[in-house]
């Protein structure tokens, strides 16, 4: 049975329970109001610490989506998300990573349950919103954006689930409310990153699945300043590159323990790391950190559990 969304929402200020009240929803505690348009609780209040800069990366990548010609809805491209290279002949190396992270966490560290309660975090279109249906589950996409093209709006082409547009650093639902929580190429994007992770760790059951997919990362000697960030910076989107070991740091902090961590395309840890991962008292999750400390820049999918 599909929970009701709004026994889940809570004041992303105070976490209080929330009414409806007007078109909206109001807190009871803090008098704030959120509205609701198309459906979309509108939780990133302009009041919240970050919230100028969430929205601005939010008008970002409209930006860049009508610069590249990527704006307009395609409903072929849509259909087979994030599988391209497979199903469209494409090559390219995010979507390529994406796939096959997704797949691990739908096949292999959730694998036989259903009618699971999940939230992606920076869902975007939430595309990944088919399979969990596909498997019974009650699905929520969030995001800071809600373009009917490229943002939560464009849901509704892949079925009816509830979407709301928030804010990672400061989630508007209830503690333990998930089964599973995650995201795909997101983390990069908080203002504060072990904050993000605390959240999720904070609205995830004890025993849940707390997940970040295909995150980029650099060696522990190249600079926080990745050139090919670049492009997104100037449209004001909000773009970082981090160690992988302050990813597992961030998880740590929050409670969280690693059950799974690896290179986001499932690219095997180069020379001395691969050693490394068939010692006994090391294994893989050690030699792809090793790895990944001194690899420019690539990416890094960790699959944990709540505690």
Not at 100 to 122: M, N, P, W
Not at 184 to 213: F, K, N, Q
Not at 259 to 279: I, N, Q, V, Y
């Amino acid at each position: 049975m599909q929970t009701p969304l709004l026994e889940l929402l809570r004041c992303p200020f105070c976490r209080a329970p929330l009414a409806d009240a007007d078109s909206g929803l109001a807190c009871g505690r803090c008098d704030r109001r959120f509205a609701v348009e198309d459906g979309i609780p509108r939780m990133l209040h302009p009041d919240l610490p970050g919230a100028a800069a969430k929205l601005a990366e939010a008008a970002g990548w409209v930006e860049k989506a009508r610069r590249e010609r990527w704006y307009e809805p395609d409903d072929a491209l849509d259909a087979v998300l994030p599988f391209v290279n497979e199903e469209l002949g494409w090559d390219d190396l995010n979507w390529a990573s994406s796939s096959y992270s997704i797949r691990v966490l739908l096949d292999e560290v959730v694998g036989a349950r259903t009618g699971l309660r999940v939230l992606e975090l920076g869902a975007a279109k939430a595309w990944a919103s088919r399979f969990w249906l596909a498997r019974g589950c009650e699905y929520v996409a969030a995001d800071i954006l809600a373009d009917p093209n490229i943002g939560l709006g464009r849901g509704a082409f892949y079925g009816d689930f509830a979407r709301v547009q928030a804010d990672g650093e400061h989630l508007p639902f209830a503690e333990e409310s998930f089964d599973v929580v995650y995201c795909v190429a997101t983390l990069h994007h908080a203002l504060d990153l072990v904050r993000m992770v605390r959240e999720m760790a904070r609205v995830a059951r004890p025993g849940a699945v707390v997940a970040g997919l295909n995150e980029g990362t650099r060696g522990v000697l190249r600079s926080p300043e990745n050139p090919d960030q670049e492009a997104e910076k100037a449209l004001r989107i909000n773009e970082h590159v981090h160690t992988v070991w302050a990813y597992a740091a961030a998880f740590a902090r929050a409670g969280l323990a690693i059950r799974r961590l690896e290179r986001a395309d499932g690219a095997p840890p180069r020379p001395f790391g691969r050693l490394l991962s068939k010692l006994p008292r090391v294994g893989p999750a050690l030699g792809t950190l090793a790895h990944l400390s001194v690899y420019p820049y690539t990416g890094v999918s960790l699959y944990a559990e709540r505690r």
